[in-house]
């Protein structure tokens, strides 16, 4: 990665931008007054699966704004870690999310949430940087 501020957008930003009248209000346009939003291949999918009708347009146009992690074996590799020592603990999150905290990992970025709850394992345990509101 090069030397813009990257923050790494999971995907409950971006539905809640799709979702939210006040675009301005949003976690999503504040990241872009202030840094590179990019997002993991799996935000991606989880994110596009989830287009409709009513709101195609804006998921292809925002997908054509923000640039793509993809998973590589490094993420993995990392995500294969991530998941042992939570299982271990009995604390498993859902693999997506971990794939998610992997490539924040692997780059060095942080990620902007609106999902604590499942983040906050990774900040605690594994040193993920986490953005929120």
Do not use: W
Request: with cysteine; charged share 20%; hydrophobic share 45%.
């Amino acid at each position: 990665m090069d030397n813009i501020f990257h923050v790494l957008a999971d995907t409950s930003v971006l539905i809640d931008y799709v979702r939210r009248l006040q675009k301005d209000q949003t976690l999503m346009h504040k990241l872009f007054e202030r840094s590179m939003p990019v997002v993991a291949a799996v935000t991606e999918f989880e994110f596009c699966i989830g287009r409709n009708a009513q709101n195609t347009r804006l998921i292809s146009s925002m997908m054509t704004q923000l640039p793509v992690i993809p998973l590589d074996s490094d993420v993995a590799h990392i995500a294969i870690e991530i998941h042992r020592t939570l299982k271990q603990r009995n604390a498993l999150i859902g693999t997506n999310d971990i794939f998610i905290a992997a490539t924040a990992l692997r780059f060095g970025i942080p990620i902007a949430t609106l999902n604590r709850k499942h983040f906050s394992r990774m900040e605690t345990d594994f040193g993920v940087q986490l953005l929120s509101e």
